[in-house]
T-cell receptor, first 115, second 111 residues
Framework: EAGVTQFPSHSVIEKGQTVTLRCDPI?????LYWYRRVMGKEIKFLLH????????ESGMPNNRFLAERTGGTYSTLKVQPAELEDSGVYFC?????????????FGSGTQLSVL | EDKVVQSPLSLVVHEGDTVTLNCSYE??????LLWYKQEKKAPTFLFML????IEKKSGRLSSILDKKELFSILNITATQTGDSAVYLC???????????FGGGTRLMVKP
């Protein structure tokens, strides 16, 4: 069974440019999460999809970030325009069911470098 | 705001040593505490703890939770070089499904 896959693994862009990160969750997983880790900080929650709906987007830093999950399968996270402080590793995770025994499977992350 | 603090930040040991990693938390409406291992890229799940005093064990790894003192420990006995990784602690509260992570402990096991 394929795990959570993220693309690209590494992206280097200039300040002001746009970048789109993609996450393919494990097939059949309704829950999809985005997290990120900026240099020297903890991994922080960004948002949570249940199928195609945003259940919780309280962690999105500002309106330069747009996440979508059309059709409830893969998800994209667009940063436009990118700023230096957006550099970090963006993780995607998915799970089959919510609740006390929810088990998250993480992707390998996209390393974003904004120069 | 929920907070998770891990210690030490990093640790270097030799194969065969036993290590204890610490995780303390400040949480309103605690639900569970989780441990992950991050070797190169993707964090992989180790344990989920919800009740105090019940040890979870998987091979040489074990973990326990103290809900009164608000901490958890992860023990690794007879360490091997393959145990080298960043170990992440995270908590989940009852308000939602998001995880709040600590900064991680970087463990290096030398031959």
């Amino acid at each position: 069974e394929a795990g959570v896959t993220q693309f690209p693994s590494h992206s280097v862009i200039e300040k002001g440019q746009t970048v789109t990160l993609r996450c393919d969750p494990i097939s059949g997983h309704d829950n999809l999460y985005w997290y990120r880790r900026v240099m020297g900080k903890e991994i922080k929650f960004l948002l949570h999809f249940v199928k195609e709906s945003k259940q919780d987007e309280s962690g999105m830093p500002n309106n330069r970030f747009l996440a979508e999950r059309t059709g409830g399968t893969y998800s994209t996270l667009k940063v436009q325009p990118a700023e230096l402080e957006d550099s970090g590793v963006y993780f995607c995770a998915s799970s089959q069911v919510q609740g006390p025994n929810e088990k998250l499977f993480f992707g390998s992350g996209t390393q974003l470098s904004v120069l | 705001e929920d907070k998770v603090v891990q210690s030490p930040l990093s640790l270097v040991v030799h194969e065969g040593d036993t290590v204890t990693l610490n995780c303390s938390y400040e949480v309103t409406n605690f639900r569970s505490l989780l441990w992950y291992k991050q070797e190169k890229k993707a964090p992989t799940f180790l344990f989920m703890l919800t009740s105090s005093g019940i040890e979870k064990k998987s091979g040489r790894l074990s973990s326990i939770l103290d809900k009164k003192e608000l901490f958890s420990i992860l023990n690794i006995t007879a360490t091997q070089t393959g145990d080298s990784a960043v170990y992440l602690c995270a908590e989940k509260n009852n308000a939602g499904n998001m995880l709040t992570f600590g900064g991680g402990t970087r463990l290096m096991v030398k031959p």
